[in-house]
């Protein structure tokens, strides 16, 4: 009987049928994943495909006045600030105002020992009255030898040196009237007043302690808020617009809105400007002024501010948001009366990043696409969705924009 040889197993065929298992898992699973969904229906109209109307919000092109604004930052600065010190030495015996407290010039602030300035000014007073009675008594002796002179009674030295005598007297008199004038100075100088209207600060000295004109630190600082200016630099290229204004004789209206450019703090005017380019920045220092009366501004204070050049009147206007770019320039999506969109390019003047005043290309009443340009080709039509159009409204008289227009 012949002999039975088995043939052996290839010892990788369980491996082989692993590896081939796993590949065909994670081919299903690649499948699955990269599969093409079934587009999503719009928010409104109905399902949407391809070929369908193009859902889409729209804005209307209106007619009004766009005001052009240069913005800046600006920093508070007080009208005037006044380190007040004592002008005499002495001890600070009296303090009569409160940290923060509004006065007005000639308001009296605090009191310094006023004794040794009364008995100075008492010293004085009783040097002026000895030499008043020795001028005289010289006087009349002057008068007596001029007429025995006339007599041919006294020589002609005796009667010179009497008037010699008088005007020494009347020349010491002189010199102590002012020591008088100096001692009372001095006395009122003891009373210390407020040399300007403003707001006090924190008082830096208490009663009880030595003042004098050289101290390092002032007694209290008075800034004057009412009125305060606000200054802030603008490139040296907005200059020309500004100058053009300033001397045609026209008031240019500044505001200052807080760091978020949603506050409006207060409103002013355009003051004055700097005599020279800074080199260093290219840019020209401005100076605004402004009532604040709400006291709504603070010295050292922060603020954006607005000036407003020249106000466009009766201009095309258009929403920024419907502005778009292209490699032939600016356009934007014109609906028409079919409810298909043109592909229309404009030209843009002034900005203020909400409204845009249009110089050629639309006209007041043309619909604009707003949302959904990205699947937009000329001559698509589209569906407008939302119950009415969103209009674009003429730019109000303070625009809270982020991007500064350019005077044009």
């Known amino acids: 009987m012949p002999d039975t040889q088995l043939t052996p197993r290839p010892r990788n065929l369980s491996r ?8 065909l898992a994670v081919l299903a699973v690649l499948l699955w994943w990269f599969w093409p ?5 719009p928010a409104r109209g109905g399902p949407w495909r391809d070929g369908g109307p193009v859902p889409v ?3 209307n092109v ?5 005001p052009v604004e240069l913005k800046a930052l600006g920093t508070v600065t007080a009208y005037n600030t006044v380190n007040v010190r004592g002008r005499v030495e002495g001890e600070l015996v009296k303090l009569l105002f409160k940290d923060g407290q509004q006065v007005k010039a000639g308001d009296l602030l605090a009191v310094i020992d006023p004794r040794s300035y009364e008995i100075a000014l008492q010293q004085a007073q009783g040097a002026l009255q000895e030499h008043q009675a020795q001028l005289r008594n010289a006087e009349l002796d002057l008068a007596r030898y001029r007429g025995l002179y006339a007599e041919d009674s006294i020589a002609k030295q005796t009667l010179d040196t009497q008037e010699a005598l008088v005007n020494q007297f009347r020349g010491s008199l002189k010199s102590l009237q002012a020591d008088v004038a100096t001692a009372r100075l001095n006395l009122d100088f003891t009373q210390i007043r407020a040399p300007i209207t403003g707001r006090l600060g924190i008082r830096q000295a208490d009663v009880g302690n030595l003042v ?8 209290v600082v008075i800034t004057q808020t009412l009125p305060i200016a606000v200054m802030f630099t603008l490139p040296e290229a907005d200059l020309p ?10 008031t240019l209206a500044v505001e200052a809105w807080d760091r978020s450019e949603k506050l409006k703090l207060a409103e002013g005017e355009l003051e004055s400007v700097d005599n020279l380019i800074d080199t260093a920045t290219g840019t020209v220092k401005l100076k605004a002024r402004f009532t604040n009366a709400e006291e709504t501004l603070f010295p050292n204070q922060f603020v954006n501010v ?3 050049v020249k106000t466009l009147q009766n201009v095309t206007l258009m929403p920024a948001a419907a502005l778009q770019f292209g490699a032939s320039g600016t356009f934007a999506y014109v609906v028409d009366a079919e409810d298909k969109v043109q592909l229309t390019p404009i030209s843009i003047g002034a900005s203020d990043g909400q409204l845009s005043v249009v110089e050629q290309g639309l006209k007041a009443g043309d619909r604009l696409v707003l949302e959904g340009t990205d699947r937009l080709r000329s001559g698509n039509k589209v569906e ?3 119950d009415t159009p969103v209009a674009a409204q003429p730019a109000p008289a303070t625009p809270e924009s982020k991007r500064a227009p350019r005077a044009q």
């Open 16 to 23: 082989q049928w692993l590896l081939g298992s796993l590949a």
């Open 37 to 41: 969904s079934p587009p999503e229906a």
């Open 57 to 59: 919000r729209v804005a």
């Open 62 to 66: 209106t007619q009004g006045d766009f």
């Open 212 to 219: 004098s004109s050289g101290d390092t630190l002032p007694l």
């Open 241 to 250: 617009a500004v100058v053009q204004q300033l001397r045609a004789g026209e």
């Open 306 to 308: 607005r000036l407003r």
């Open 384 to 386: 407008v969705i939302g």
